[in-house]
């Protein structure tokens, strides 16, 4: 059984930073693209960044600069380093495989006051 917990959310003023995690238990971590997603009230969840297993990056054109993912494979854990949040990156934020999704984990809220 695969399980992914998030945590690290919270409340930020805008321009601040915050750091997620994403621990991931059951799952042959090391092997699977893995990626940070959002989703926004009454918005679609969307991807937000992924790492793959080797250490590549891509970001979403609205997060790209502002945010870094990175990895831990020895721990099973995924990071996500948020800086100069803006009121838009308000949202649950959650990780899971790029391809082939895990069950989602419940998420992490994020919110940025202005």
């Known amino acids: 059984q695969v399980h992914l917990v998030e945590s690290g959310g919270g409340l930020v003023q805008a321009g601040g930073s915050l750091r997620l995690s994403c621990a991931a238990s059951?799952?042959?971590?090391?092997?699977?693209?893995m990626g940070w997603y959002r989703q926004a009230p009454g918005k679609q969840r969307e991807w937000v960044a992924q790492?793959?297993?080797?250490?590549?990056?891509n970001y979403a054109d609205s997060v790209k600069g502002r945010f870094t993912i990175s990895r831990d494979n020895a721990k099973n854990t995924m990071y996500l380093q948020m800086s100069s949040l803006k009121p838009e990156d308000t949202a649950v934020y959650y990780c899971?495989?790029?391809?082939?999704?895990?069950?989602w984990g419940q998420g992490t809220q994020v919110t940025v006051s202005s």
């Open positions: 899971n495989a790029v391809y082939g999704f895990y069950p």
């Open positions: 059951g799952t042959i971590f090391s092997t699977k693209a």
């Open positions: 790492v793959t297993t080797s250490g590549t990056t």
